[in-house]
Nanobody
């Protein structure tokens, strides 16, 4: 079965940390761009993107320095390490695959419709 499955969400206090996972099955992430999106009120904002084969990563200004994407190529999985969490980081986090050029260009930040395959998401809530 071809799917992306996110996990690792939950509740955290401001300043806390969470680590999200996005596991792909039924296909390989090689040659794809894999992005993390944060969804609130139906709007999706791209916060991080990885060109999987090159292991190159890109971040939006809102998370740069706090979030880190990594991969386990053997497990066909990407991760999003989230540190120094803020209340505005709250949302449903989804991973999605698309062209690697979407990462290089920065278009992942505001072009969710360019990503063709999505997981179901994992909820992150940051509050005191």
């Amino acid at each position: 079965q071809v799917q992306l499955v996110e996990s690792g969400g939950g509740s955290a206090q401001p300043g806390g940390s969470l680590r999200l996972s996005c596991a792909a099955s039924g296909f390989t992430l090689n040659h794809y761009g894999v992005a993390w999106f944060r969804q609130n009120a139906g709007e999706r904002e791209g916060v991080a993107c990885m060109a999987f084969t090159e292991n190159s990563t890109y971040y939006s200004d809102s998370v740069k320095g706090r979030f880190t994407m990594s991969r386990d190529s053997g497990e066909n999985t990407v991760f999003l390490q989230m540190k120094d969490l803020k209340p505005e980081d709250t949302g449903l986090y989804l991973c999605a695959t698309g062209a690697r050029s979407l990462c290089y260009s920065g278009d992942y930040r505001n072009s969710p419709k360019s990503f063709g395959f999505w997981g179901q998401g994992t909820q992150v809530t940051v509050s005191s």
